[in-house]
């Protein structure tokens, strides 16, 4: 692709879009300018453009993003079958096992969940469809990172702010990659606290017809009502049993 064929204002707002999120649902031209790495002047431009548009507005103080947005992300919802065929799928297994399932796919160094079945709170953020984890320490992004080929998954972590969350928490590049080998050769991940202190959880990648890896699924629990290996005992199967349904339905 040529640069000439890109328009920059508009990566530039969508760039803007993105600083927003569930901690930061409320940012000054100051706070987008530093968080963007645009100039001042670029920031407050991008933003009064999304005012004008309807996706944000502003107190005279601070910019906040308008649920216009929110028709962004429909747009690729519903131009996709994957959530709507995957779904259901989740809704059974988790009133079948009593805990929360979901589906994510991986977007840069991050995983996006595109389906969610909640039984119960897991997490002490909120997750929802569109809700975005760091794939290096979520089991869906370790499935996600395993299923591509080494070099491009080395990159994304290299690219990727790589926080130590709990004191489990793998960080180092030569440990992420010796556990995505491992991931690989085991066809799932088993995340024991790394994320959040208290939480484990289990995943395992969706294949389409072609065996390509479109998603990943995973069940998140409470430490305190369920074990490692009960995850592996009494879920992994019927997650794997989830992926061979999915396989025959997605083309």
Same mark, same amino acid.
């Not at 005012?51 to 906040?64: L, M, Q, S, T």
């Not at 180092?172 to 088993?190: C, F, N, P």
């Given at each position: 692709? *040529?640069?000439?064929? @890109?328009?920059?204002?508009?990566?530039?707002?969508?760039?803007?879009? $993105?600083?927003?999120? #569930?901690?930061?649902?409320?940012?000054? !031209?100051?706070?987008?300018?530093?968080? +963007?790495?645009?100039?001042?002047?670029?920031?407050?431009?991008?933003?009064?453009?999304?005012?004008?548009?309807? &996706?944000? $507005?502003?107190?005279?103080?601070?910019?906040?993003?308008?649920?216009?947005?929110?028709?962004?992300?429909?747009?690729? @919802?519903?131009?996709?079958?994957?959530?709507?065929?995957? #779904?259901? &799928?989740?809704?059974?297994?988790?009133?079948? !096992?009593?805990?929360?399932?979901?589906?994510?796919?991986?977007?840069?160094?991050? !995983?996006? &969940?595109?389906?969610?079945?909640?039984? *119960?709170?897991?997490?002490?953020?909120? @997750?929802?469809?569109?809700?975005?984890?760091?794939?290096?320490?979520?089991?869906?992004?370790?499935?996600?990172?395993?299923?591509?080929?080494?070099? #491009?998954?080395?990159?994304?972590?290299?690219? +990727?702010? *790589?926080?130590?969350? +709990?004191?489990? +928490?793998?960080?180092? !590049?030569?440990?992420?990659?010796?556990?995505?080998?491992?991931? *690989?050769?085991?066809?799932?991940?088993?995340?024991? $606290?790394?994320?959040?202190?208290?939480?484990?959880?289990?995943?395992?990648?969706?294949?389409?017809?072609?065996?390509?890896?479109?998603?990943?699924?995973?069940?998140?629990?409470?430490?305190?009502?369920?074990?490692? $290996?009960?995850?592996?005992?009494?879920?992994?199967?019927?997650?794997?049993?989830?992926?061979?349904?999915?396989?025959?339905?997605?083309?």
């Amino acid at each position: 692709m *040529r640069d000439g064929d @890109l328009i920059a204002g508009f990566v530039k707002g969508l760039s803007v879009i $993105e600083t927003f999120d #569930q901690q930061r649902h409320k940012l000054s !031209i100051a706070d987008v300018a530093r968080l +963007t790495g645009l100039e001042r002047a670029s920031a407050r431009r991008c933003l009064l453009t999304l005012v004008h548009g309807g &996706y944000a $507005e502003f107190d005279g103080k601070f910019f906040r993003l308008t649920p216009r947005v929110l028709k962004l992300g429909y747009a690729y @919802l519903s131009s996709t079958p994957l959530p709507g065929i995957i #779904q259901p &799928y989740l809704e059974q297994l988790s009133e079948a !096992i009593h805990e929360s399932s979901s589906a994510s796919i991986l977007d840069a160094s991050e !995983i996006v &969940y595109v389906a969610r079945s909640a039984q *119960r709170r897991v997490m002490l953020i909120g @997750l929802n469809v569109g809700s975005r984890l760091p794939a290096y320490c979520a089991s869906m992004g370790r499935v996600l990172l395993a299923a591509l080929p080494e070099d #491009q998954a080395r990159r994304r972590l290299e690219a +990727t702010k *790589r926080e130590k969350l +709990t004191p489990k +928490t793998l960080t180092g !590049i030569g440990e992420l990659m010796k556990e995505l080998g491992r991931v *690989r050769s085991q066809g799932y991940a088993l995340m024991d $606290e790394e994320l959040e202190i208290g939480l484990r959880s289990i995943a395992v990648p969706i294949f389409d017809s072609r065996g390509s890896v479109v998603a990943a699924a995973n069940v998140g629990v409470q430490a305190s009502r369920m074990s490692s $290996e009960m995850l592996i005992s009494d879920v992994l199967p019927r997650l794997l049993a989830l992926q061979v349904e999915l396989r025959k339905l997605l083309g």
